[in-house]
């Protein structure tokens, strides 16, 4: 992308009950969806102070203070959960976001999680709900931004999605290498089926549960 974007993430330590890890895409593109993010950052952090909140408690508060806050037309799309690498447990809420999914190395499938609400900043009775799953040890959380599934190549006759399929494809293929080799691999496969500059903001974000 050659503009500055409105995509956003966070890995928060809190306090020994885990990490809290927050993705979102604000409306736009530029100055004003930068600014938009940064708010959206500041008001979740200071949030997250109040020990014990749930994650839907999180993303409701974060709507309440956007509708107000937050010009009309403008919104955000978000993921907040709670992950416990001790037990596993991952806790969440999906305001609006392209789904999250989970891979299992040994069954080779994967699970894509619920979405519980509307966009954050759109309407201020919207009702928020959480979702609990249990990471398997080896299972890897994958979230992420729509630019990689949108990511596009134009021919005479079209306009071609990466698609979250081609997204799938990689992850099955590189699911045994580390994270780091697979968010790699991921880039590559892009580039290699549109060489063209990003047409948005990409965002990836991968947990796998250690073994031991």
Not at 59 to 66: E, G, H, S, V, Y
């Amino acid at each position: 992308c050659t503009e500055i974007g409105g995509d956003y993430f966070d890995f928060i330590p809190l306090n020994g009950r885990g990490y809290g890890i927050v993705i979102g895409d604000v409306s736009g593109h530029g100055v004003g969806a930068a600014l938009l993010m940064a708010s959206a950052r500041s008001i979740l952090r200071g949030l997250l102070v109040e020990s014990g909140l749930t994650a839907s408690q999180i993303i409701t508060d974060l709507n309440t203070i956007f509708v107000k806050d937050v010009t009309p037309g403008n919104y955000m799309t978000i993921v907040y959960g709670l992950f416990e690498p001790s037990t596993g447990k991952y806790s969440y809420t999906n305001a609006g976001h392209v789904l999250p999914f989970i891979y299992n190395p040994v069954r080779k499938d994967i699970k894509y999680l619920e979405s519980h609400g509307s966009m954050v900043g759109v309407f201020d009775d919207s009702e928020f709900h959480e979702g609990q799953v249990m990471l398997e040890k080896g299972e890897i959380l994958v979230l992420f931004t729509d630019g990689i599934t949108e990511h596009t190549i134009e021919t005479e006759q079209e306009i071609e999605l990466f698609s979250k399929e081609r997204f799938e494809k990689v992850i099955y293929d590189s699911a045994d290498q580390p994270l780091k080799t697979i968010a790699e691999n991921i880039m590559e496969a892009m580039q290699q089926f549109s060489p063209k500059e990003y047409n948005d903001d990409i965002t990836l974000v991968m947990i796998r549960r250690n073994q031991t």
